[in-house]
T-cell receptor, first 114, second 116 residues
Framework: SQTIHQWPATLVQPVGSPLSLECTVE??????LYWYRQAAGRGLQLLFY??????ISSEVPQNLSASRPQDRQFILSSKKLLLSDSGFYLC?????????????FGPGTRLLVL | DQQVKQNSPSLSVQEGRISILNCDYT??????FLWYKKYPAEGPTFLIS?????DKNEDGRFTVFLNKSAKHLSLHIVPSQPGDSAVYFC???????????????FGQGTILTVHP
């Protein structure tokens, strides 16, 4: 069966510091991968998605970037965090072949920027 | 532009009764719809989905209804249980150009509270 991991679970960072959140998927190959952010009291906002290694699409302009160095690894980064980057970050995967839109989410990372 | 809307931020229901969660969409290209359930500090869990070729899909206590002409879908939970208390998100997808990378547009979520 497929599993998705995210770490760390919780992170407190000062403004201006760098960020690296990691997501890995097991039990599948060639998945589509996604990064979402849920700000407090709000819905899920798609930040990035990737259909393959090195292929990243950005949905919203922001202070963050994403990379996919391996098939089942997705990384969310920032060079300098802003207060507004605080939120709950979710990684998700879906099957990369065929018309399937069901996404499966990881446990999330809670980021607090102070 | 909020293409998927859940106009009720919260819903309170008695245990054993029916919970009805509503979702409206504006993009007529959406043809696949999903419901997710989310507990605090956890990732959303997929519940049930429906394709636009159907108007109803049922899975145990959960039924999703789709009204394409009204651009409206709803999730019915019968009977409601206290463990159903969570945030429920609807999501929609549009298949374009014969490819599908699974991009979903989510609503804002509805907090369901089921009282014992």
């Amino acid at each position: 069966s497929q599993t998705i991991h995210q770490w760390p679970a919780t992170l407190v960072q000062p403004v201006g510091s760098p960020l690296s959140l990691e997501c890995t998927v097991e039990g599948t190959s060639n998945p589509n991968l996604y990064w979402y952010r849920q700000a407090a009291g709000r819905g899920l906002q798609l930040l990035f998605y990737s259909v393959g290694i090195g292929q990243i699409s950005s949905e919203v302009p922001q202070n963050l970037s994403a990379s996919r160095p391996q098939d089942r690894q997705f990384i969310l980064s920032s060079k300098k965090l802003l207060l507004s980057d605080s939120g709950f970050y979710l990684c998700a995967w879906s099957k990369g072949e065929g018309h399937t839109e069901t996404q499966y989410f990881g446990p999330g990372t809670r980021l607090l920027v102070l | 532009d909020q293409q998927v809307k859940q106009n009720s931020p919260s819903l309170s229901v008695q245990e054993g009764r029916i919970s009805i969660l509503n979702c409206d969409y504006t993009n007529s290209m959406f043809d696949y719809f999903l419901w997710y359930k989310k507990y605090p500090a956890e990732g959303p869990t997929f519940l049930i989905s429906i394709s636009s070729i159907k108007d109803k899909n049922e899975d145990g206590r959960f039924t999703v209804f789709l009204n394409k002409s009204a651009k409206h879908l709803s999730l019915h939970i019968v009977p409601s249980q206290p463990g159903d208390s969570a945030v429920y998100f609807c999501a929609a997808s549009a298949r374009a150009g014969g490819t599908s990378y699974g991009k979903l547009t989510f609503g804002q979520g509805t907090i369901l509270t089921v009282h014992p």
